[in-house]
């Protein structure tokens, strides 16, 4: 049986009429979202959020998240959220305190059950207050390494919002996690339970190796930060394609990574007609 996970990120939700940057409406984008996770043809066990909801963290940008995410609620959906550099996470918490997935403690990591095959999600806090940059201090490191300890033998997906890689992005990875990142490597590399780990912040998808297992950013589902790989580059967005990520878990060492696209598409058409291929 597969296990899907599906992840959005980097919302940059807003006040109702206010604009991310002073010229994007992200709400719709979500909504859209919402609307793409809710056609998906294979329902997902679960829906993890990997940081950014918000654009400024603020009590009104969360109440006007949780109405537009509220159709996923109504489904059943549960719904695992992190905190960005763009999140207030004590008020991401009290905000969200009906999901009962954050603990009284200083950071929002926690872990969670996904689906009924055992796939287990650890959630893992790298934001630095007031900071665009991340960081994973010893607190947090050591609080990894015991979950993984502690769930050895089980699938584990760790899903966090700074990526713990050098995306060759500049202007990007110095907004990266700036401590941590080598012992996070070691830990990961410790545990060979861990099925992937999965990450926000960068508004594109974007693969390479963390400790010997594969890590990945996702799109968001409204602006993406330009492809440009110069050091120099200009800190700069553009509105290609938005979509989410599907994981879908189906046993040890086979989880599979698919892209979604939100929007309207011609199509689906088909390829053969009759058992034969058209012409």
């Excluded at 918490?93 to 969670?112: K, L, N, V």
């Excluded at 806090?125 to 300890?149: F, Y």
């Excluded at 693969?207 to 602006?223: D, E, K």
């Amino acid at each position: 049986m597969t296990t899907l996970l599906a992840q959005i990120t980097d919302l940059h939700i807003r006040e109702p009429g206010r604009l991310a940057y002073g010229r994007l409406d992200t709400a719709p984008y979500l909504r859209a979202a919402v609307g793409a996770l809710q056609g998906l043809r294979q329902r997902p066990d679960a829906v993890v959020l990997t940081g950014d909801l918000t654009d400024f963290g603020r009590a009104d940008e969360y109440a006007h998240l949780a109405e537009l995410l509220a159709p996923l609620e109504a489904a059943g959906l549960p719904l695992f959220m992190l905190p960005g550099n763009h999140d207030e996470r004590h008020q991401l918490r009290r905000s969200f305190a009906h999901h009962g997935h954050f603990p009284d403690t200083e950071f929002c990591q926690y872990t969670a059950a996904v689906g009924r095959e055992g796939l287990q999600l650890v959630c893992l806090d790298t934001v630095q207050a007031g900071k665009g940059h991340g960081t994973l201090c010893a607190a947090r490191l050591r609080w990894l390494d015991d979950e993984l300890a502690r769930l050895a033998g089980q699938p584990v997906i760790v899903a966090m919002h700074h990526p713990p890689f050098a995306t060759l992005i500049g202007h990007m990875d110095r907004l990266g996690i700036v401590e941590g990142v080598e012992e996070f490597s070691r830990i990961v590399a410790a545990h060979p339970n861990i099925e992937r780990v999965i990450c926000g912040h960068l508004h594109r998808t974007i693969y390479t190796h963390v400790g010997g297992r594969l890590a990945s950013t996702a799109p968001s589902p409204a602006h993406q930060v330009c492809l440009d790989l110069a050091p120099d580059a200009a800190s700069a967005w553009t509105l290609e394609p938005p979509g989410f990520h599907v994981h879908a878990w189906s046993g040890p060492g086979r989880l599979v990574t698919h892209v979604a696209s939100i929007g309207e598409h011609p199509g689906p058409f088909p390829f053969h007609d009759g058992g034969k291929l058209i012409d």
